[in-house]
C-alpha cells in the first residue's frame, strides 16, 4: 500500500510539518485520524501494545526525542511511513530531533540531522512557534529554525518572525493548531505584512555565530542576557567581535580582585572563589570537552598565569597555588575524573594539605592545586584532543 498523495520533504521542514502536510494531502483533517488509520497498517510490524508508542494521536508527542520507552518502535513507525510515502530511506529520521546522552553544562543535549543543540535553545513548543510569511509564500511548511529561541528574524528575508495573528491576535502554534499556512480564525499568514528586520541587515555574517549553539548558551548564562532576547544576536555579535581579548581581560579582572580582598593564604582558597564559577559555566560552551573554544581560553589563561607567577622558593603560595575541584581538574585536562584518580594514585598530582584522604574523592571539595593541573596539562599538550586515556601515554 502507498499514499495516495506523495508528498516530498522541503528544505530544513520538521518532522510535525511533514507528517502534517502528508496527511492534509491524503485527505486527514486531523493528524490524531491519519495515526488511527496507519495504526491498522502498522499492526503487522509493531504488537498492539507498543502502537500508540510508536505513532502517537497527538503531534505534539511525535518527535523522537520525546518517546520513551518506545523509541525503537517509534524508528520503526517512522520508516514504514517513508516506504508508504515513497520517500528516500531514513529522511524522516534526518528531519527528527534525537535525544543523546551528551551534556551542555546542565542542558541535555538534542540532534538533528548530525547536529548536535542545547534543548534549552528549542522553543517550547506548547507555546509559540513563529512563522516567516515570506517563507510560507514559497513554501507551505515549517522550517526548524523557527523552533530556536535565538532566532527572532528570516535570515532568507530578513524579515521579523510573527508570533500572533495578525487579524485574531492568537498565538500561533502548528502543532497545537494542525495548520501550517493559517490562523485558526482562517486568517493566510502569507499575506501578513512583515517588518524588515534591521539587525538582520546589519549582520548578515552573524548567522554562522548563530549555528554555534554552544556559543549561544555559554554567552546567554555568562552575561545574562535571554535566549530570546529581542537583542541577543547584536549582543552576541558585539561580543565576538572582541573575543578572546575581551574574555580574558574579565578573567584578569577577577584576578586583581582576588589580590585585593584576599584575606588567607591562595593555597586554601578555591579557583571557584577567585574565578567565580568561570569552568562550571564554561561546561555548557560544548558538549565535547576538548572542542570547548571558552574551556581553551581558560586554559591558555591559566598557562599564562601559572608563567607569570612561579613557584616561590620559600613556599609563600601565590594566586597559582589556588584549588580546583575534581571536576574543574578533569576538565582543564579534558578527561574524565577516574583518570584524575588515577593520576593522584600514580603521584602526579597532589592533594591540598588539611584534606582528609576521603575528602578528595568528593568532586566539590576544591583539593588539587591548579599550578601542578596546569604543569599536567601543559606536559600532555592537552589541547585539541580527546584525552579521556591521558595516563596510558605516560
Ligand atoms: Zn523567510
Ligand atoms: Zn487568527
Known amino acids: 500500500m502507498k499514499f495516495l498523495i506523495r508528498t516530498n520533504i522541503f528544505e530544513d521542514e520538521t518532522l ?8 492534509n494531502a491524503n485527505g486527514f483533517t486531523k493528524f490524531s485520524l491519519f495515526q488511527n488509520s496507519l495504526k491498522e497498517l502498522f499492526s503487522r510490524e509493531i504488537s498492539k501494545r507498543r502502537l500508540s508508542g510508536a505513532l502517537p494521536p497527538s503531534l505534539s508527542r511525535v ?17 514504514l511511513i517513508e516506504q508508504l510515502a515513497n520517500i528516500e530511506k531514513r529522511s524522516l529520521l534526518d528531519i527528527s530531533i534525537l535525544r543523546t546522552n551528551l ?29 516567516c510569511p515570506e517563507c510560507l509564500k514559497q513554501s507551505s511548511c515549517i522550517r526548524f529554525d523557527w523552533h530556536l529561541k535565538t532566532v527572532s528574524y528570516c535570515h532568507l528575508h530578513q524579515v521579523d518572525l510573527i508570533h500572533h495573528c495578525p487579524q485574531c491576535d492568537a498565538e500561533l502554534n502548528y502543532i ?19 517588518n524588515k528586520n534591521e539587525t538582520a541587515v ?31 544576536i547584536l549582543k552576541l555579535g558585539s561580543y565576538f567581535k572582541a573575543w578572546p581579548q575581551n574574555y580574558l581581560s574579565e578573567l584578569q579582572g577577577f584576578e586583581r580582585k582576588a589580590q585585593i580582598i584576599q584575606s588567607q593564604p591562595f593555597n586554601k582558597i578555591a579557583v571557584n572563589d577567585i574565578w567565580k564559577e568561570q569552568l562550571s559555566i564554561a561546561k555548557c560552551a560544548s558538549p565535547v570537552r576538548y572542542k570547548n573554544a571558552v574551556i581553551n581560553v581558560i586554559a591558555d589563561y591559566f598557562i599564562e598565569l601559572v608563567d607569570r607567577y612561579p613557584a616561590s622558593e620559600n613556599q609563600h603560595a601565590n594566586i597559582a597555588d589556588s584549588l580546583l575541584t575534581l571536576i574543574e581538574a578533569s576538565l582543564l585536562m579534558r578527561t574524565t575524573t577516574e583518570q584524575v584518580y588515577l593520576l593522584v594514585e600514580q603521584g602526579y598530582l597532589d592533594i591540598a594539605v588539611n584534606i582528609k584522604t576521603e575528602q578528595y574523592l568528593e568532586s566539590h571539595i576544591p583539593v588539587f592545586f591548579l599550578r601542578q593541573v596546569v604543569e599536567l596539562m601543559q606536559s600532555q599538550g592537552v589541547r585539541g584532543h580527546d584525552f579521556n586515556r591521558l595516563t596510558t601515554v605516560w
Open 16 to 23: 510535525e510539518s511533514y507528517l502534517l502536510r502528508l496527511a
Open 63 to 79: 518527535n523522537l526525542y520525546k518517546a520513551k520507552n518506545s523509541s525503537v518502535f517509534r524508528v520503526r513507525a517512522l520508516k
Open 103 to 131: 551534556r551542555f553544562g546542565a542542558s541535555r543535549t538534542l540532534s538533528r540531522n548530525g547536529v548536535l543543540f542545547p534543548k534549552l535553545i528549542l522553543r517550547d513548543d506548547s507555546c509559540t512557534i513563529p512563522v
Open 176 to 194: 497545537k493548531n494542525e495548520l501550517i499556512d493559517s490562523c485558526t480564525c482562517g486568517f493566510r499568514l502569507a499575506d501578513a505584512s512583515v
Open 202 to 232: 546589519a549582520v548578515e555574517n552573524e548567522s554562522e555565530s548563530l549555528a554555534d549553539f554552544g556559543k549561544c548558551l555559554w554567552f546567554s548564562k555568562h552575561k545574562g542576557v535571554a535566549l530570546d532576547a529581542h537583542d541577543f
